[in-house]
C-alpha cells in the first residue's frame, strides 16, 4: 500500500460572532488520526497581512500536513469538506471558506513565492487559481472562495525560517460567549516562571491578562512560546475553572516580524503594506483627537506621516519624545490615504538610529555666583537675584538639554500588538532553520 504526502490548507470559515478556524483545524486533527494518517509537523497557522481589507477576523490560515495511505485519501477529503460545512460561519456576510488539497512532498517555490507575498502584500484569487492548476492542486470554495487564497498561502509557508509555537486550549460549547473562568494570577504567576520562553501573557502596563480572547469563539486561551515542551509546562501551571474540550499545539508565524519588508526609500511605500522605512523627523510630533500621535519623516524622497495610537501605549511615550532631525527606523503597516488623512505607517516599532541636538535658548548665568539671571521686563535688562548685579546688553545663550529618549528600539505594549509582531523578549531568540520531530502529546483528544 502505497504512503503519500498530503497538505490540508483552510481559512476563512469564521466570523465575528461565531467560529474559529484553528478549532476547525484541531477537530480535524482528532479526525484524521482515526484515519490513521501520520501528521508529519505540527498544524501550521499560519498569519497573513494584518492589513488587507477583506482580512478574517485574525488573519489567520491552518495547513495540516499528513502521511497517508492513498485507500483512505477520498476519505481524508471528505471528512475536512464535511467538517468546514459544518462549523463554518457560511451565513455570515463576508466569510468566503477555502480548501486546499496538494499532494506533493516538496512545496514548489512558486507556492513559497506566493505565501509570501500574501504574508506582506496583497495577493488576488486569480493567481492563487493559476497556481493550484499549474501544480495539479485541488480547492473547494464557498461564496466568494476568497479562502482558497488563504488555504494556499499556509501550504506554502512551511516555516522553515524563524518560527514559534501556540497552544491553543479549546472550551466546550455550552460555555460559547460566557466569561472566561480562569485564574488570571496563576497566568501571571506562569509568565514570571516561563520567561522569556513565553510571551504575550500578560501587559504589566494595564495589569491585565492577555491570553484569554474576550469573543464568542471557542478558544478559552492560548499561550504562545518558544518549544512545546515550555508550552505544556505553562499550560499545567494555569487554573481552569471550567470544562476543556480539546487542546492542540501549533506552529506559527507569530512574533517573528515576517509580515514586515524593507523599503529603500519612502516614495516606494505602498498601501496596505506592512514596512520598515528609515528617515529624518521632519515635523515633530503632536497629539490629535483621541490621544493618538502623529508625526512625519523625509528621507529626501518622500515625506510620510507616522502615527502611534493611543493603544500602544509605551511606543505612544516614546513617540511623543522625538524632534526634528532625529533619525529613525519605523515598522508598522501603510494605511490608505483618505479625504482627511495622507498615506500612513501605523506604527509598531520605533528604532532610534540617531538623536539630533536638542538646543533652547536660556537667560546666561550671573558672571559673578553663577546664578541663571532673571529678566526685569521687555528691553529692561537682566539681574542677578543673588547679587543685585544688572546686566543691560546681555542676550539668551544657546543651551543643550539632555534628551528623554535614548537610542534603540521601542514596541508598542503587548496588549495592542499584533499576532506577527515580534515581542521585545523574542529578541536573540530567533530561529535559523527547522528540525521538527513532535513530542507525544502534542494534542488532546
Same mark, same amino acid.
Given at each position: ?69 492513498? =485507500?483512505?485519501? +477520498?476519505?481524508? #477529503?471528505?471528512? *475536512? /469538506?464535511? &467538517? ?7 451565513? %455570515? ?106 510571551? =504575550?501573557?500578560? +501587559?504589566?502596563? #494595564?495589569?491585565? *491578562? /492577555?491570553? &484569554? ?7 478559552? %486561551? ?224
Amino acid at each position: 500500500m502505497t504512503e503519500k504526502i498530503m497538505h490540508i490548507g483552510l481559512d476563512d470559515t469564521d466570523s465575528p460572532r461565531k467560529g474559529c478556524t484553528t478549532y476547525i483545524a484541531a477537530l480535524l486533527v482528532e479526525k484524521l488520526l482515526k484515519l490513521k494518517v501520520e501528521f508529519i509537523d505540527y498544524p501550521n497557522l499560519i498569519r497573513l497581512n494584518p492589513n488587507v481589507p477583506w482580512k478574517t477576523r485574525g488573519n489567520g490560515a491552518l495547513c495540516l500536513r499528513i502521511k497517508f495511505n492513498e =485507500n483512505v485519501e +477520498d476519505l481524508i #477529503k471528505e471528512t *475536512v /469538506i464535511n &467538517t468546514v460545512e459544518e462549523h463554518a460561519d457560511l451565513e %455570515f456576510k463576508g466569510t468566503d471558506p477555502g480548501i486546499v488539497f496538494f499532494k506533493k512532498a516538496k512545496i514548489p517555490r512558486e507556492i513559497k513565492d506566493f505565501s509570501k507575498m500574501a504574508i506582506t502584500g496583497i495577493v488576488k484569487l486569480e493567481e492563487a487559481l493559476k497556481l493550484l492548476r499549474r501544480f495539479k492542486g485541488e480547492a473547494l470554495g464557498f461564496k466568494k472562495c476568497r479562502g482558497i487564497i488563504g488555504g494556499l498561502a499556509a501550504v506554502g509557508e512551511n516555516l522553515r525560517g524563524d518560527y514559534t509555537y501556540e497552544i491553543l486550549v479549546y472550551r466546550t460549547p455550552e460555555n460559547y460567549g460566557s466569561k472566561r473562568r480562569v485564574d488570571e494570577k496563576s497566568i501571571i504567576e506562569m509568565d514570571e516562571k516561563t520567561r522569556p520562553y513565553t510571551f =504575550n501573557n500578560f +501587559d504589566p502596563e #494595564k495589569r491585565r *491578562v /492577555i491570553i &484569554t480572547p474576550r469573543g464568542p469563539d471557542p478558544v478559552l %486561551f492560548g499561550i504562545r512560546g518558544e518549544n512545546p515542551e515550555i508550552l505544556k509546562k505553562a499550560f499545567e501551571m494555569v487554573k481552569i475553572y471550567e470544562p476543556v474540550e480539546r487542546w492542540v499545539i501549533f506552529r506559527t508565524n507569530q512574533g517573528t516580524d515576517a509580515h514586515l519588508k524593507h523599503v529603500e526609500d519612502l516614495s516606494q511605500i505602498k498601501p496596505y503594506s506592512p514596512v520598515i522605512a528609515k528617515g529624518k523627523v521632519a515635523v515633530e510630533p503632536r497629539i490629535i483627537p483621541r490621544r493618538h500621535v502623529v508625526f512625519s519623516i523625509e528621507d529626501g524622497k518622500a515625506r510620510v506621516d507616522c502615527a502611534a495610537y493611543e493603544p500602544t501605549g509605551s511606543l505612544r511615550k516614546a513617540a511623543m519624545k522625538l524632534i526634528k532631525g532625529d533619525y529613525v527606523e519605523v515598522y508598522g503597516s501603510v494605511r490608505s490615504p483618505s479625504k482627511n488623512n495622507p498615506l500612513t505607517i501605523n506604527l509598531e516599532k520605533i528604532r532610534v538610529l540617531k538623536l539630533a541636538s536638542k538646543i533652547v535658548y536660556r537667560n546666561p548665568k550671573c558672571p559673578k555666583c553663577g546664578k541663571r539671571l532673571k529678566s526685569m521686563g521687555k528691553n529692561k535688562g537682566l539681574r542677578c537675584e543673588k547679587c543685585g548685579l544688572r546686566f543691560k546688553n546681555l542676550k539668551k545663550v544657546e543651551v543643550k538639554v539632555k534628551r528623554e529618549i535614548k537610542r534603540g528600539l521601542y514596541i508598542t505594549s503587548p496588549r495592542s500588538q499584533r499576532h506577527l509582531t515580534k515581542p521585545l523578549r523574542r529578541y536573540g531568540m530567533e530561529k535559523k532553520s527547522a528540525h521538527i520531530k513532535l513530542i507525544d502529546d502534542w494534542h488532546f483528544p
